[in-house]
């Protein structure tokens, strides 16, 4: 797949422009952040040193985890379908890594004469990427095969919630298919539902502030952003989901083990996996 072809499916509306939100994100990136995403590294991989480990990030986005990956000792390289995500995490890079090894590459996960040319690692780790790339269990089979022996795969992949997410679905694609006044009803909308078990007078002030009325500056946990994690919610498309049981057993049958898992609880999310390959 040529990657050049990213920006012609934003252009179309048959992608969400994930770059152009990691590039807004990647400005609020500190070491409050870069903490915050190498201590949710430590607690799922369970432990605080990489050092001599090899690290690939399959879908980069900022480059945040890449980089709290580093700081734990790791060999990274960093890959993302998007150009604008990689200028991104080049910037990050510059900024809090000058003159690392760390390796930044424009490509995709479906592109099998690229993927085959990168080799196995220790740790291969794409979290909220496989599901968007279009083809999410041709991505996942990629993905296993990066994997050395007794290494680590460490995915997340939306939670299946069957009809309310081919409602999602649909309203990502809607999203992605419109102009600027839709895009802003749709996300108005779509947080208001998310957000309706609020109090009352929480939901009018979500109403009246829309999205930048969320504080950015606020880390959440993993060091994210709650505005460009709802953006990214609302427009990222495509959009695939999966039961954690299908993924438990897709994995199971290329002889990998579960060593960690974290749940969304059935809800609306991720759905964490770490598998050991034997």
Request: hydrophobic share 40%; charged share 25%; glycine share 10%.
């Amino acid at each position: 797949m040529p990657v050049s072809g990213c920006k012609t499916e934003v252009r179309l509306g048959q992608r969400f422009a994930f770059g152009r939100n990691w590039q807004e994100f990647g400005q609020l990136i500190d070491e409050e952040r870069i903490r915050g995403a190498q201590k949710s590294l430590e607690q799922a991989l369970k432990t605080t040193d990489l050092t001599g480990r090899t690290f690939l990030d399959v879908g980069c986005g900022s480059g945040l985890f890449s980089l709290a990956a580093l700081r734990l000792g790791a060999r990274v390289r960093s890959f993302d379908y998007d150009p604008d995500s990689v200028s991104t995490a080049q910037k990050v890079r510059d900024e809090f890594a000058p003159g690392s090894e760390w390796t930044i590459t424009c490509a995709s996960i479906l592109d099998p004469e690229f993927v085959g040319q990168l080799g196995q690692f220790d740790i291969v780790y794409s979290w909220g990427v496989l599901h968007h790339t279009g083809a999410l269990w041709k991505a996942m089979e990629a993905a296993c095969g990066l994997v050395a022996p007794s290494g680590t795969l460490y995915v997340s992949i939306y939670n299946d919630q069957g009809l309310e997410s081919r409602m999602w679905k649909a309203v990502k694609r809607t999203y992605n298919e419109s102009g600027p006044a839709m895009r802003r009803l749709l996300v108005a909308g779509s947080t208001l539902y998310l957000r309706r078990h609020y109090p009352l007078g929480m939901m009018v002030k979500v109403a009246q502030q829309g999205p930048k009325g969320m504080r950015a500056s606020v880390p959440r946990a993993r060091g994210m952003s709650r505005r460009h994690d709802l953006i990214d919610w609302v427009g990222g498309y495509p959009f695939e989901v999966a039961a954690p049981e299908e993924v438990f057993r897709f994995c199971r049958d290329r002889a990998f083990e579960l060593r960690h898992l974290k749940t969304c609880r059935g809800g609306i999310g991720c759905n964490e996996f770490v598998f050991e390959r034997t």
